[in-house]
């Protein structure tokens, strides 16, 4: 588990880490469970034991609470983003509900290390009885008290590995050493895994109960794979290097652990569901080349999100609140009307310039090319290079050509030709090239 360090000079708060787009980064095992707006945690003491904090969202998991500060109390230098591990709270107050409490904000009290006892004061709106419900749920299940013991248990058994116990174990067989005992280990390991995935899929439920399980099954094994050396004789066989790449592959699209929902983010649902995805469209869009189509997006996310399915709603509004965000991707419309997701970083400039090098090569001044051609050159999806060529046309790089064999662009040479002599034949610039790749051709 990540150390942390404590924020202020009373110590209670750890901080919290957060991504770019301001979402807690979650812990391995841990799962976010409820999400509410406005909240302060505050103390009772008379001096305060601690430093309130206003203004925030507070973030319930399985393992902590964490209250993130809103944008519009970012001001303040000294609300940084805070967590309080759920293992540290030792009581909780009952609510009583009376007629003064129907008079003031709704309040949770409970104690922390059995010193100080926290406020937290709910002044935004949210459902505030199903989070008390979802706070007393995660405490009393004590997550964290299994995360130790598996942890535990995976330390004892590797010291147990690595230190000699003779030629026979504890139930009386033989012990074995060398490289068949590696085998037969790694047999063993597989085995277990297989067993796991036939018991997984036997129904849904069964499904659903071993989720936990099987994403960090597929955790270990991507990190086994990550780690290994890409050759091991120079050069390896070509078979099973693309079945190892496939598998990787299959590894790092596990998908979210964590995905925001309705029923945990309430009120704030598009704006929790913004962030997130901010986060996860990193890696599809260095995969794409840094602009991907809004319809490929919905793919990815919702294979990512599992069973909590998203409508193209969803997922149009949390792109466009990326405009009151400081996140590092945009959404983007096309003349055409076709809409992607790209990163702020990506440069038309450049893409302009790589085009103008494809379509001024010699071959490409006779032939021309198409949306294919230029997404091997652009190395992005053949969509994408399309609405670019379109572009490029649009600003007067490029020409088309509609013929029986499809669109074709080549480079727009009439900037180049003197309208007063249209029959001089240059033999200088990119027009003198178009000459001499001609002249091969007739030749």
């Given at each position: ?380 999806a053949p969509a994408m ?5 379109l572009s490029a046309e ?50």
């Amino acid at each position: 588990m990540a150390s942390e360090s404590r924020i202020g000079s009373d110590g209670l708060f750890n901080t919290a880490e957060v991504t770019t787009s301001g979402r807690p980064v979650l812990r391995r095992n841990e799962v976010e469970c409820f999400l509410l707006s406005s909240v302060d945690l505050d103390s009772e003491d008379d001096p305060p034991r601690f430093t309130p904090l206003r203004s925030g969202n507070l973030i319930l998991t399985t393992h902590r609470l964490i209250w993130i500060p809103s944008s519009q109390s970012n001001a303040n230098t000294s609300s940084l983003p805070s967590s309080l591990p759920l293992s540290s709270i030792t009581h909780i107050f009952s609510h009583k509900k009376s007629i003064k409490s129907m008079f003031h904000s709704p309040r949770i009290r409970f104690q922390v290390d059995s010193l100080v006892v926290v406020t937290v004061v709910f002044r935004g709106k949210g459902d505030f009885d199903g989070f008390l419900t979802k706070l007393w749920e995660c405490w009393r299940g004590r997550a964290w008290e299994e995360d130790e013991k598996s942890e535990s248990e995976a330390s004892s058994g590797s010291g147990a590995g690595t230190v000699a116990q003779g030629l026979y174990g504890n139930d009386g067989t033989v012990r074995m050493v060398g490289l068949a005992g590696i085998l037969r280990k790694e047999q063993e390991q597989w085995e277990s895994t297989d067993k796991s995935l036939q018991d997984a899929f036997q129904d849904l439920n069964a499904l659903m109960s071993k989720a936990k399980e099987m994403v960090s099954l597929a955790e270990k094994m991507r990190q086994k794979l990550l780690s290994a050396p890409s050759s091991q004789n120079g050069g390896g066989d070509d078979e099973e290097m693309g079945s190892k790449e496939e598998m990787q592959q299959w590894m790092l699209s596990v998908g979210i652990i964590s995905p925001v929902t309705k029923e945990s983010a309430g009120a704030l649902y598009h704006q929790e569901l913004s962030r997130q995805l901010a986060d996860f469209v990193r890696i599809p869009l260095e995969q794409a080349g840094g602009m991907i189509s809004l319809t490929d997006m919905y793919y990815h996310f919702n294979r990512a999100r599992g069973t909590e399915l998203i409508s193209p709603d969803d997922l149009w509004q949390a792109c466009n609140l990326w405009e009151k965000f400081d996140v590092p991707v945009m959404l983007r419309k096309f003349d055409s009307g076709v809409k992607v997701i790209q990163n702020k970083s990506h440069s038309d400039e450049e893409v302009m310039s790589r085009i103008r090098t494809l379509v001024t090569k010699t071959e490409t001044l006779r032939t021309g090319v198409t949306a294919s051609d230029a997404a091997l050159t652009l190395k992005i999806a053949p969509a994408m290079a399309k609405e670019h060529l379109l572009s490029a046309e649009t600003k007067g790089l490029l020409c088309r050509d509609m013929s029986p064999d499809g669109l074709r662009f080549y480079f727009n040479l009439f900037p180049e030709i003197d309208p007063t002599d249209l029959h001089l034949v240059k033999d200088i610039g990119t027009y003198g090239e178009w000459v001499k790749a001609t002249s091969l051709l007739s030749v």
